[in-house]
């Protein structure tokens, strides 16, 4: 059977090469795109409002820009492992290398930044003013046991002041629910049967937008509230416009 020599097209090597700087491009264009646009949103978590808030958003940097960073080394020894197989050379040691890859540099990472988002957490606060949350199917119900002249009540709205410590205690009356203002700190379940906390200090007075993190079911899609930070000197009136508690201070 006669032998055809082919001859290598002209030019496909360094076409191949152009490929790796194209890829890397695009990734960091994309990224770019993906990052401008995430604090557009009143759920953003890029977009903190208070100290909570804003280690949860620098841990995300470090995470999201990290991880770009990982990608970009992955495809760079992707390409030398192809360039090297592609002219016969192996690691001569690849117990080393997936040793060295596969566990020493991602508990590295992990381990880094378990210690960063605790170390650098903000330093809890003695709460100044309190509320307590109930979250039902499918609204919550915010008493104020602190109110002037008594315990008042609101329905999807929670009245908070500004640049105060606050104490947020949250129930649940049936299934499990998610209390989550993205802008003002993480996520907390009001479960049944339970009391669990979360504190919150807003840096400037305004309007936060919060959801119903926790899947609770039918109505869950609009089982959404509303944080109104006040300054301080403000609440009082706001809150002797509410309507009194039929609980009382119970």
């Known amino acids: 059977m ?9 030019g496909a090597g360094s076409t191949d090469r152009r ?17 401008s646009g995430c604090d557009a949103s009143p759920l953003s978590v890029l977009d903190p409002a208070s100290g909570q808030a804003q280690h949860i958003a620098h841990v995300w940097q470090w995470m999201a820009w990290g991880s770009l960073l990982i990608l970009l080394l992955m495809l760079t020894l992707t390409f030398i492992a192809v360039r090297r197989r592609s002219h016969g050379g192996l690691a001569r040691r690849p117990f080393l290398f997936l040793l060295g890859g596969g566990v020493v540099f991602p508990l590295s990472v992990m ?6 988002t605790y ?14 949350v109930t979250a039902r199917q499918w609204q919550w119900e915010v008493r104020y046991p602190d109110a002037p002249g008594g ?6 709205v929670i009245h908070i002041p500004a640049r105060v410590a606050v104490a ?9 629910h998610g209390f989550w203002v993205p802008r003002l ?4 379940d009001a479960i049944p049967g339970r009391a669990n906390s979360t504190h919150i ?36 009136d706001v809150l002797a416009s509410l309507p009194a508690d039929p609980e009382g201070t119970q």
């Open 2 to 10: 006669p032998y055809h020599h082919k001859e290598p097209i002209a």
């Open 19 to 35: 490929r790796v700087p194209r890829v890397v491009l695009a990734s960091l264009v994309a990224m770019q795109g993906v990052l």
């Open 111 to 116: 381990t880094t930044l378990l210690i960063y």
């Open 119 to 132: 170390a650098a957490a903000p330093p809890a606060q003695q709460a100044q003013y309190q509320v307590t």
């Open 151 to 156: 315990v008042r009540r609101s329905v999807n």
């Open 168 to 176: 947020i205690e949250l129930r649940a009356s049936d299934v499990i």
């Open 185 to 188: 700190g993480g996520k907390m």
């Open 201 to 236: 200090t807003v840096d400037t007075p305004g309007v936060y937008q919060g959801v119903c993190a926790e899947y609770c079911g039918v109505g869950h899609a609009g089982m959404q509230f509303t944080v109104i930070a006040h300054e301080p000197a403000d609440l009082a």
